[in-house]
């Protein structure tokens, strides 16, 4: 599973590291079989078709949020004193 959605090339060097590989691949995890049942099929799943399946269906969706969100927080990002830019990219 961990090479059908790519988290074999992001192995943790340290033990620090491995808390939060572990927890970024049962995200993954989660999102593909999430999209598995939105197949409704009965059949065992193809993990590299569904894998694909989540990153075009979800993927999408999570960087327009993250965008619409960085928008909105922008002048709380000021307050603190960030600078938040997302060049090359218009909404609406």
């Known amino acids: 599973?961990?090479?059908?959605?790519?988290?074999?090339?992001?192995?943790?060097?340290?033990?620090?590291?491995?808390?939060?590989?572990?927890?970024?691949?049962?995200?993954?995890?989660?999102?593909?079989?999430l999209a598995y049942l939105g197949l409704r099929k009965t059949t065992l799943p193809d993990w590299a078709g569904v894998a694909l399946l989540a990153r075009e269906t979800f993927w999408h969706r999570v960087v327009l949020s993250l965008l619409i969100n960085i928008n909105y927080t922008h002048n709380l990002g000021c307050q603190q004193g960030f600078d938040i830019t997302v060049s090359g990219w218009q909404y609406g």
Not at 21 to 33: K, R, T
């Open 1 to 33: 599973m961990k090479h059908r959605l790519g988290l074999a090339r992001f192995w943790p060097s340290t033990l620090l590291g491995v808390e939060p590989w572990l927890v970024l691949s049962f995200i993954a995890y989660i999102v593909a079989y």
